[in-house]
């Protein structure tokens, strides 16, 4: 019924060739078939394991070309001159090393002699050429990336459920957020709580962008190197397609929460103060995204990773400089806050909705204001005399490190599979 037999085991080659070929090949290897025994499920019950762990051995042996003999166009019965061999490597049906492997065989037993003329003249068979031209991909970086970037983007879209939930999310939060701090921007009595709303704002953004994205690399690992150690497409042009597809989303989600709870809870209404937050908003939600990409690459599991998202956001949040001001932390522990990206996106929103040479806050009759004026409120929170573009640089500087560090990871995972 069937000409050829390609076995497959854990993504990998393990027989290709004769269907009546199998048993013999199998038995070669230390694997006999037991008698009366069904060969279709024999070999399925050793590429399972039922046998113990012997893919690696099978795996080496079609790479070795130990099973060559038993091609349906088995090179044993054909011109075996290099155009030939060219041919078969190029369909598939031979790999290089079973060529050469071959070639020598066929040499050493005098069926072939070395300088056997190809069809168009030439004696020799460069298998370093071969080998180049298997090795190499078939279409341009530019050409994978656009492809991948397709399939992935596609893939988000046609996600209801979690584009939804995301969409959901950004949009109910920021109604309940707005409700809950409505209309405290500018009440000289309520600072702290306003400071609260912008703390948790650039909380919430943080973790909506990098729960999701942690998982983004351990689901996909064992597909992903199946694919590239095939040469379908090169790490560069996934890495690239992989984060640039997501990037859309996370720039209008964090816009569309910034715009419901800036106006519902009254923040100054000056298009300067108002770009600013979305742009520190937009900006964390990124550098968050990227953090979760180098931990979904360094992590081994699913389970890892998923443990390593929220137990890595605990220092970050802890020396962001709202739960402790920058100068009540202990000398030995300042270094820290450096390393928290949300202590730079909690200080620049804090300079753009007080800085900027802001007017006296609103003090209603018969309520004690502790802040009049907004320079006092940058004192309290140590910022008085932090400079806003510093914070945008430096954010952009962990966005940049996050996503190359994410890059390298995956690239010394790729080249332990090798």
Not at 71 to 77: A, F, G, Q, V, Y
Not at 286 to 305: D, M, R, Y
Request: aromatic share 14%.
């Amino acid at each position: 019924m069937f000409d050829k037999l390609y076995v497959l085991g854990e993504g990998q080659c393990i027989y290709q060739g004769k269907v009546d070929g199998l048993i013999p090949y199998l038995k070669g290897l230390n694997l006999i078939c037991p008698t009366f025994h069904n060969p279709a499920d024999y070999i399925m019950e050793v590429a399972s394991g039922e046998y113990g762990y012997v893919l690696p051995q099978l795996v080496k042996a079609v790479q070795n070309g130990e099973c060559s003999s038993y091609h349906c166009n088995s090179p044993l019965r054909q011109d075996h001159s290099p155009t030939k061999l060219r041919q078969l490597i190029k369909s598939g049906n031979m790999t290089v090393n079973e060529a050469r492997k071959l070639r020598e065989a066929l040499e050493q037993s005098g069926q072939l002699t070395p300088l056997t003329e190809d069809e168009d003249g030439r004696k020799e068979f460069s298998f370093q050429e071969e080998e180049h031209q298997k090795n190499t991909f078939s279409t341009s970086c530019l050409t994978q990336f656009w492809v991948l970037f397709k399939r992935t983007f596609l893939t988000i879209v046609r996600d209801t459920v979690l584009t939804r939930l995301r969409l959901c999310s950004h949009l109910l939060v920021g109604l309940l957020i707005g409700m809950l701090y409505w209309k405290i921007g500018n009440e000289g009595s309520k600072v702290f709580n306003n400071t609260g709303f912008l703390f948790f704002s650039m909380l919430f953004l943080m973790f909506t962008a990098l729960m999701p994205t942690v998982l983004t690399f351990p689901m996909e690992m064992s597909v992903f190197i199946r694919e590239h150690l095939n040469y379908w497409y090169s790490l560069k042009a996934y890495y690239l397609a992989k984060t640039l597809a997501d990037v859309p989303f996370q720039v209008v989600l964090p816009v569309l929460y910034c715009t419901i709870v800036y106006w519902m809870t009254e923040q100054p209404f000056e298009a300067l103060r108002f770009t600013l937050f979305v742009a520190l908003s937009t900006l964390t939600s990124l550098v968050a995204q990227s953090l979760g990409l180098l931990i979904g690459a360094a992590s081994t599991s699913l389970q890892a990773a998923t443990f390593l998202g929220p137990v890595t956001a605990i220092p970050i949040l802890l020396f962001s400089g709202f739960f402790v001001n920058f100068d009540t932390i202990p000398d030995y522990l300042q270094w820290m806050s450096y390393i928290s990206y949300v202590r730079y996106s909690f200080e620049g929103i804090l300079l753009s909705i007080y800085g900027f040479d802001r007017g006296p806050l609103d003090c209603e009759e018969g309520k004690f204001c502790i802040f009049h004026e907004s320079e006092d409120v940058l004192k309290e929170m140590d910022v008085e005399d932090a400079k806003l573009y510093v914070d945008f640089i430096v954010l952009a500087i962990f966005f940049v490190l996050l996503r190359l560090g994410a890059y390298l990871v995956l690239r010394w995972k790729v080249k332990l599979q090798r």
